[in-house]
């Protein structure tokens, strides 16, 4: 059985994806923003191995959160699952990031460069992730554009793909692939969504921690457990590594 990590843990698809898999016997470790979301898992937190504490807005509490998964032991698998949808202003982190920038695709990456290098990367992306044109490296973080929710979303959807591309390049060793959800009935997609929880939930759990064959690849798109095709761009090795260089600008943080 696997050790998993799975950000965003205390309640939709990351919930889900850790109560699927703790089914089947693995050791999930759990992660919650603040230390009241932790007490609102009550007895389910105690069926995990552990849960990280940290808000993945600060780059600070990444630091720690890292520091807090490595020191339960190296995971097998870690769901990078947390996100930020439609965030009505840009805001700004402690760093001066964009929130959505911030949680969605600078957490993902630094916890994967700090932390004790996993078997297994699924990052979390989205349909809407066609959506982010070709993105704009230049002003990934929304300094100079006036702020757009839905476009910010799409772009950061977008580079966790090219991001997840990037490390199947990069670590052969390591299977990284992105997965789109759908359109989930969570509290971030809203009782309307077309999606049950369980199929939203479901790709992701296997990637992490099935021994079928066909869950060992790298480097592939996902949507209920079929491959599908991405934006082009997610695949365009130029950009894949433009923007490992861009985040390491914005984080401080080299990856292996």
């Not at 700090?114 to 070709?134: I, K, N, T, Y």
């Not at 929304?142 to 910010?152: H, N, Q, S």
């Not at 692939?177 to 009782?191: F, I, Q």
Request: charged content about 20%; hydrophobic content about 45%; proline content about 4%.
């Amino acid at each position: 059985m696997a050790r998993i990590f799975i950000t965003g843990s205390t309640d939709g698809l990351g919930l889900a994806a850790a109560q699927s898999l703790i089914a089947d016997g693995h050791d999930i470790v759990l992660h919650a923003r603040t230390t009241e979301r932790r007490a609102a898992l009550g007895e389910f937190a105690e069926r995990a191995a552990g849960v990280a504490i940290g808000d993945l807005s600060r780059a600070e509490d990444v630091r720690r959160i890292a520091g807090q998964v490595d020191a339960i032991g190296r995971m097998d698998a870690v769901i990078h699952n947390a996100g930020v949808y439609n965030a009505p202003a840009r805001g700004s982190t402690p760093e001066g990031h964009a929130v959505t920038l911030a949680v969605n695709l600078l957490a993902p990456y630094m916890l994967t460069a700090l932390m004790q290098r996993p078997d297994r990367l699924v990052a979390m992306s989205s349909g809407l992730h066609r959506g982010g044109g070709d993105g704009a490296l230049d002003d990934i973080d929304w300094t100079a554009r006036r702020w757009d929710a839905g476009r910010a979303y799409g772009e950061s959807k977008l580079y966790i793909v090219a991001l997840a591309f990037a490390l199947a390049r990069r670590w052969p060793e390591v299977l990284s692939n992105a997965v789109d959800p759908g359109w989930v009935r969570t509290k971030m997609g809203g009782a309307s969504a077309p999606v049950d929880i369980a199929t939203g939930a479901a790709t992701q759990a296997w990637l992490a921690g099935s021994d079928d064959p066909a869950a060992k690849v790298s480097g592939r798109y996902w949507h209920h457990m079929r491959q599908e095709e991405p934006a082009a761009s997610a695949m365009d090795e130029g950009v894949q590594d433009r923007l490992l260089a861009r985040l390491a600008e914005l984080t401080g943080v080299e990856l292996a």
